[in-house]
């Protein structure tokens, strides 16, 4: 089950990698960054195109491959990197403070 989920995982990124770089961009040219645009920004941008429902399509199996992926991954064993590791004691004492040392540089007026 888990090598025939990752071939239709790679299989649907590289489909959608290809779907999205064949479609054609919003607003391609410069002038349509500065107001030579005729479509509204917010509006409508007219029918869906077939090639939008599929990468639509295409995007939702890939995040259901993804999720697949991760439940499959996440109910494996549950062991531990720290598990060998032995605890260790900390028996180090502070330093005892050292009064600074008086040298015969000190003024006394």
Do not use: R, W
């Not at 025939?4 to 590289?14: D, K, Q, T």
Request: net charge positive.
């Amino acid at each position: 089950m888990f090598p025939v989920l990752i071939v239709l995982h790679v299989c649907v990124c590289v489909a959608l990698i290809l779907i999205v770089l064949l479609q054609k961009g919003k607003g391609a040219g410069m002038g349509a960054a500065f107001g030579g645009s005729s479509q509204t920004v917010f509006g409508s941008t007219g029918a869906t195109s077939l090639l939008h429902k599929v990468t639509t399509a295409v995007a939702i199996v890939f995040m259901l491959t993804s999720l697949g992926l991760t439940i499959y991954i996440g109910k494996g064993t549950n062991t531990s990197v720290m598990k060998d590791v032995q605890p260790v004691e900390q028996t180090s004492e502070a330093p005892a403070a050292t009064p600074p040392a008086s040298g015969g540089t000190q003024d006394t007026k």
